[in-house]
């Protein structure tokens, strides 16, 4: 039972992150989400990348798991199937997701496994000081590139629709409320969740300062756009000149765990313990 | 020891390994003990496969070289194998497709040839055909009557063929004993059961031979006992999907073989520093890289000891038989709740993938075993200490879902409350706490020991692990000055019962299935203890007995 009405959100551990960080927006989103969807620190784990935005694991007051970099998806997803009555939430950033882990990007999503992806986008890798990741444009110069990137930049959103997600959606981390309307929409959506979030870096990103965003992004639901066409989503993520923001595609279709003949009327945690009979196994051996 | 070798060698393709295993399975029901063992090439079509059975009249447990009778279904059928049989041997072939003067000739043709073979070789070995049928009713049922009924009439045709033309050359009886308590069963059925057994709920696997049959089997089971099974998108997927799985709370396990576990490393070490219960069932095939896919090594010992950056404690295990691999299964899922770590069972594609006979395993187990935390006192609002410092080295865990556990589980150096860290002593106190487990886990009441078969003193010591145990326990008896120590566990090294062996014995050779002698070295790293002489194969097929009888030999005066 909660202690109050009011559920701690955050540990003692004051944040590393640097002066202007787009986490402390998205940190703010995350936060004011959980307390929407009444969500208590125990009913929710967050599985946390490698990198400054998994960093929050140690801020963030819930079941938390700070994984590898990269593989913050294969764990969300044995989680969600051990316990499918878990909200499960993974924090990665643009290396972690499309980059060292974008096999389980691809393998995660067409199985519609229900969880979110919350993906701080910053197009650098900042925690190891600002080398391309592999949303940077093509021709910025960082450290490991300093004649400038050769390659072009993934498309995350794309990505994520070709390949079978249900809840496709851009924020921005300066824009609190909204994100947290976009969040809120990935959290009670049933199936696979992807919220890429563009994050200002003020240290390593000073080409794309709070400012740029907000010139050059507008919001979907502005516009007549309807998230519920693949082909319409695809194109949409492919404009460069202003970056839309919210819901780009979403579709209902049974989750992975839904489909599991075991998992059909318990979670597979609830069905662990006690005896176990072989009898008809062992039978099945002469 | 009265026991008829029966092979079956063919085309990939041709239904080798089925017609193997149903002939092992007419044998197992007409009381005899069979040792199976096969051969294959990584390929679907064309290469040489063979499967042979062993039938005894009482449990030989390991494959023998000289046939009795050979069914070749083309030239290499009888060509490869020369060195395995004798003027005593009865060669089967088509010998007007394959002209050949060692064989007798049984016109084996068409789809069903391996079928007419099976029906020959009943009669041959005394078996019943209503036997054969039976089996038959059973492996073709699923793919109709008409299938069933055209495979009854082959193994009919076949069978009259042999008793018309070759009565004179019919085995004599092999005398039949009471197998109805015993199973035929591969070495990745019975770890699988004995994982099941032990409580193991979430199994995921990417194929890879020799544990690729293991993934099947538990998919296969996955409704029967409630499991979930993932084939997931890689290794790396397979193993950071189970520590999930696992720190949500359900016991989890993974397989794969040595070129999948290179990939699984890190998730091994996010396991050790984690504290994240984990299975990894390792199956070895010669190596490295993609090496010799689909042929038996012991190659990977000292890699499962020590694989990934710096240092942790872990459990590895090495079972010798279908036994060991059913108690390797069902402990280890134990082992790895009870003390948070990752548990390492090492088979290899002979224990893996060939089949034998055993004593039925016991049907019920209990499967409980929790390490959680009592939490219900505490308010949802003081984070979890996940890694409170104790003298076992355990600390008490809880699960999502459970209020007034509020943790974090970390990859990252921790405190106590599992938030990262770089104070020195936070970072020494959890290295220390971690390798208390040490002490904890070899006070272990059903820890796996190292053991002694064979005369209490002898002039030659043989020390292995794994799967050589069979072969050696099967040279054995015709070694009578000989015993041997088999390590069913090698990890914590055993050290105390190890020396507690040795004391009293002559001479000492080590048998291995690899070119270094890996655990000679282990031995001598862990104990000081030196074993200059050493059996080593490491050409993809198993040790046989008959090697372990001409080397032991050399050293018996």
Same mark, same amino acid.
Request: glycine fraction near 10%; hydrophobic fraction near 15%.
């Given at each position: 039972m909660p202690d109050n009405l009011l559920n701690k959100r955050t540990t003692g551990v004051n944040p590393t992150? $640097?002066?202007? $960080?787009g986490n402390f927006g998205i940190l703010g989103a995350i936060k004011a989400s959980f307390d929407q969807l009444k969500i208590?620190?125990?009913?929710a784990v967050v599985v946390y990348d490698i990198g400054c935005s998994g960093n929050m694991a140690d801020f963030v007051y819930s079941y938390g798991f700070h994984s590898l970099h990269g593989r913050a998806l294969p764990v969300g997803a044995g989680i969600k199937l051990s316990n499918h009555s878990l909200k499960v939430l993974n924090i990665i950033g643009d290396g972690g997701c499309f980059g060292e882990g974008v096999g389980h990007l691809v393998g995660i999503a067409k199985g519609n496994h229900d969880m979110t992806v919350l993906t701080h986008n910053n197009f650098l890798y900042s925690l190891t000081t600002g080398q391309k990741s592999p949303t940077t444009p093509k021709g910025v110069k960082t450290p490991s590139t300093p004649e400038g990137s050769l390659d072009e930049p993934v498309n995350p959103l794309g990505l994520a629709i070709i390949n079978q997600a249900t809840f496709v959606a851009r924020g921005f981390a300066g824009d609190i409320p909204h994100l947290t309307q976009l969040l809120t929409a990935a959290l009670s959506h049933r199936g696979f969740a992807l919220l890429d979030v563009l994050q200002p870096c003020p240290t390593y990103n000073q080409d794309r300062p709070y400012n740029w965003y907000r010139e050059h992004i507008y919001k979907l639901e502005e516009t007549d756009y309807q998230p519920t066409d693949r082909l319409k989503a695809i194109a949409k993520t492919m404009e460069e000149e202003k970056l839309p923001i919210g819901i780009f595609f979403k579709e209902s279709k049974p989750t992975y765990h839904q489909q599991i003949n075991s998992l059909k009327t318990a979670t597979l945690i609830s069905q662990s313990n006690g005896t176990v009979d072989l009898t008809s196994a062992l039978s099945q051996l002469r | 020891m009265a026991a008829l070798n029966w092979k079956i060698a063919g085309a990939?393709? +041709?239904g080798i390994k089925i017609a193997g295993l149903i002939m092992s399975k007419v044998a197992l029901r007409s009381g005899y003990f069979v040792n199976g063992y096969t051969e294959y090439p990584s390929l679907i079509r064309g290469g040489h496969n063979t499967y042979q059975a062993l039938i005894a009249e009482t449990n030989l447990t390991a494959p023998q070289i000289k046939l009795d009778l050979l069914i070749a279904l083309n030239s290499d059928g009888v060509n490869l194998h020369l060195n395995e049989i004798d003027d005593h041997t009865r060669v089967l072939a088509n010998t007007e497709l394959y002209p050949n003067q060692r064989a007798l000739n049984l016109p084996m043709s068409g789809m069903m040839k391996n079928t007419f073979a099976l029906g020959a070789s009943c009669f041959f070995l005394n078996l019943e055909l209503t036997s054969l049928n039976e089996i038959l009713k059973e492996s073709f049922g699923r793919k109709g009557e008409a299938v069933v009924t055209e495979n009854l009439a082959t193994a009919k045709l076949g069978f009259d063929f042999a008793a018309k033309n070759y009565a004179d050359k019919k085995f004599p009886k092999l005398i039949p004993a009471n197998t109805k308590k015993q199973i035929f069963l591969s070495g990745n059925e019975a770890l699988g059961l004995g994982s099941i057994a032990g409580g193991m709920k979430f199994y995921s696997a990417y194929p890879m031979t020799p544990t690729s049959a293991l993934l099947s089997y538990m998919a296969k089971k996955e409704a029967e006992f409630k499991l979930v099974v993932r084939h997931a998108e890689d290794e790396i997927g397979v193993i950071n999907m189970a520590l999930g799985a696992s720190f949500a709370g359900v016991k989890a396990m993974v397989g794969t073989s040595g070129g999948g576990f290179s990939l699984m490393v890190e998730g091994l070490g996010l396991a050790g520093v984690s504290e994240t219960p984990i299975v990894i069932n390792l199956g070895m095939r010669p190596g490295p890289a993609t090496g010799m896919p689909t042929w038996t090594g012991q190659g990977d010992l000292l890699f499962a000891i020590n694989a990934s950056q710096d240092e942790f404690p872990r459990i590895v295990l090495t079972p010798g038989d279908l036994n060991e691999a059913f108690s390797a299964g069902r402990l280890s899922q134990i082992w790895a709740q009870k003390y948070q770590l990752p548990v390492i069972i090492i088979t290899d594609k002979h224990l893996a993938e060939d089949y034998a006979t055993t004593q039925i395993f016991n049907?019920?187990?209990?499967a409980s075993v929790e390490t959680l935390a009592d939490t219900s006192h505490r308010a949802n609002n003081d984070p979890f200490e996940r890694y409170a410092d104790s003298d076992s080295g355990i600390s008490l865990r809880t699960l999502p879902g459970q209020p007034g556990g509020v943790q974090l589980t970390n990859s990252? +150096?921790?405190n106590r409350f599992g938030y990262a860290t770089e104070a020195a002593a936070e970072r020494k106190t959890q290295v220390d706490k971690r390798f208390k487990k040490v002490k904890t886990v070899m006070a272990d009441p059903d820890r796996l020991k190292p053991a002694l078969y064979g005369p209490k003193e002898a002039e030659l010591t043989l020390v292995s692990w794994g799967s050589n145990k069979t072969t050696i326990l099967q040279a054995l008896p015709e070694l009578p000055e000989v015993n041997f120590i088999h390590f069913p566990w090698v990890w914590p090294f055993p050290q105390k019962e190890f020396g507690e062996l040795i004391k009293g014995q002559n001479r000492f050779a080590t048998v291995e299935g690899n070119s270094q002698g890996q655990l000679n070295r282990l031995i001598r790293q862990e104990t000081g203890f030196a074993i200059k002489d050493q059996l080593l194969k490491y050409d993809g097929r198993p040790i046989n007995p008959e090697e372990v009888t001409a080397y032991a030999r050399q050293f018996i005066k």
């Open positions: 992150w $640097c002066p202007g $960080c208590e620190p125990q009913q | 990939a393709g +041709e049907s019920t187990w209990q990252y +150096e921790h």
